[in-house]
């Protein structure tokens, strides 16, 4: 709590909150990737492709929808279509 909602309002503000968005995004983006690169390197290649793909993309996507799949469970987070989270785990 701020005096006279001081803090509320600027935090209110368009420009703040779309900085908000953005470092929250990349920070998000940043760890997923920094958990790909560890499965990347922990998983070995097959003999039939030598770069691992399924298990670091498996992952990368899990990761960032792990919380919205325990609190709603699959069939809800996926019933309106495929959310933002999971898209962007897919580019990621």
Do not use: D
């Not at 779309?18 to 003999?47: D, H, P």
């Amino acid at each position: 709590y701020t005096p006279g909602n001081v803090g509320y309002r600027f935090a209110s503000l368009f420009p703040v909150r779309v900085i908000t968005t953005v470092w929250a995004q990349l920070f998000r983006a940043l760890g997923t990737l920094a958990f790909i690169n560890t499965a990347t390197a922990e998983v070995s290649a097959s003999k039939y492709y030598p770069t691992p793909i399924l298990g670091p993309v498996l992952y990368g996507i899990l990761l960032g929808n792990m919380g919205a799949f325990f609190s709603k469970g699959v069939h809800l987070h996926l019933e309106k279509g495929m959310p933002w989270p999971v898209e962007n785990g897919f580019v990621v």
